[in-house]
């Protein structure tokens, strides 16, 4: 007969959950979101081209971002020194501090014409995006520490959500800020509030829980093996379709605006009310993939994307050619799909970063797939703005579209989405599911489990 106060053979571990105090890092996604929509995405896109900026011009400002992302690499070895927190802390708080000056370049109207404006927009910005690529390296590093492995497709999930929920207000306020005809004033307005909400982002900042550093990266010596990462093949394959990935939707947010602007004619103001449909279309991928992307992986989702991905801009493409009319049901249906399945894959990229990376070098792994990715993001633009540019005002009939400058652009980037599918199909991903199962479950699922996402828990 057995002890009954003997301990199980086989005792059941208790579940894993998020941390104590992980609701701050939502909040600071919210209120960053807030902030950096307005200064980095559509609404200096229309401020620029106020200033009469081109499509070259547009491509630098929204590749400027992701291109100094490249001083990651240098920054990752003083992570230890600092500390998570503090190392991210300082990049954000040093970046908000621009955002105050870049508020002021509007109103500097008075005394500076449209080329200076815009050289000293260009300057700002540039310090603004410096900041934050430096700081930038302590973030994935860190969340990867905080969050138990099994729940990192669920926070980024619950992530991606509460900022496109926020960036969706965002440009809202944007709208109403510049209906009708926007004035300078109007612009300092609206990256005053930008200015604001960054500053409220960094007190939720420094609630976020801090985990140390862990012992190995503090205490490795010696130079970073970067080849002997770069040939890690699970890494390289996963580095192969994110460069094509970037290279497909690096442009594609800035030059839909300028699509609406130029071909379209339409305001400031409705331009971002469509936009707006974009973060619609992201806060809808907790409600479909939430809880699948750490039951099902990264690749089967990536690989649904993409096919997606080259549906979508087979449309924009067909609109821009004159072959569908530009209704406004179907810019709406288009805008909400690319936010979709944006957020899918960017949230699908880095779960699947964060479960193949080495425990040792992760911080420096990190780095280098962040400067991938958003280097060739930052490329990309100002090739596809050169590419528009070059073709200019030409245009020419065949095989029934009307090929101009965004007829060829988004013909380009729909054949980079080809790639990107097939390198994605590569990829290495243990226990990851088929496409064929992610379909079915998605498919044949009853349609009141569906309808259950939307109830709240707690």
Request: aromatic letters at 12%; charged letters at 10%.
């Amino acid at each position: 007969m057995s002890n009954p106060t003997s301990t199980p053979a086989n005792p059941v571990e208790p579940p894993e959950t998020f941390p104590h105090g992980l609701h701050n890092a939502y909040l600071f996604s919210s209120f960053n979101a807030l902030s950096f929509q307005i200064v980095l995405s559509s609404p200096m896109i229309l401020y620029a081209k106020t200033l009469g900026a081109s499509a070259t011009v547009l491509g630098i400002i929204a590749g400027m971002m992701p291109l100094l992302v490249i001083f990651q690499i240098p920054a990752a070895s003083h992570i230890p020194r600092l500390g998570f927190r503090r190392f991210v802390y300082a990049g954000w708080g040093t970046r908000v501090m621009f955002i105050f000056a870049i508020a002021a370049v509007p109103v500097t109207e008075a005394f500076l014409d449209a080329h200076s404006r815009m050289a000293l927009l260009l300057m700002l910005l540039f310090c603004f995006n410096l900041s934050r690529g430096i700081s930038s390296c302590a973030w994935l590093p860190w969340i990867t520490a905080l969050v138990p492995g099994t729940l990192r497709g669920r926070y980024l999930a619950r992530d991606t959500a509460v900022q496109n929920l926020a960036s969706f207000v965002t440009f809202l306020v944007s709208a109403f800020c510049l209906a009708g005809s926007p004035g300078a004033w109007q612009f300092a307005a609206l990256f005053g509030f930008s200015a604001i909400t960054g500053a409220i982002s960094l007190t939720f900042l420094k609630r976020i829980p801090d985990v140390p550093v862990p012992e190995d990266v503090r205490t490795g010596r010696g130079p970073v093996p970067w080849m002997a990462m770069l040939r890690y093949e699970p890494f390289q394959k996963l580095l192969r379709m994110v460069v094509a990935w970037s290279v497909a939707y690096g442009g594609v947010t800035a030059f839909i605006v300028a699509y609406l602007k130029s071909s379209g004619g339409l305001s400031e103001g409705r331009i971002l009310l469509i936009s707006s449909m974009a973060f619609i279309g992201g806060l809808s991928s907790l409600w479909l993939f939430g809880s699948r992307l750490d039951r099902l992986g990264s690749k089967p989702v990536l690989t649904f994307c993409f096919v997606g991905w080259v549906g979508v801009i087979a449309g924009w493409m067909l609109m821009a050619g004159g072959a569908i009319q530009p209704a406004l049901s179907t810019i709406l249906l288009l805008q909400f799909l690319v936010g979709l399945l944006a957020a899918l894959v960017q949230m699908s990229n880095t779960r699947l970063a964060m479960a193949i990376a080495p425990a040792m070098g992760r911080n420096h792994f990190f780095a280098i797939y962040s400067v991938m990715n958003n280097v060739t993001l930052g490329l990309a633009p100002v090739g596809w703005g050169l590419l528009i540019d070059a073709v200019g005002d030409h245009s020419w009939g065949g095989t029934g579209l009307n090929w101009n400058r965004f007829t060829v652009f988004f013909a380009g980037a729909m054949a980079s989405f080809v790639v990107a599918l097939l390198l994605a199909r590569r990829l290495d991903e243990p226990k990851a599911a088929t496409l064929e199962v992610l379909l079915r479950e998605m498919l044949l699922q009853p349609p009141q489990r569906m309808l259950m996402r939307f109830w709240p828990r707690s």
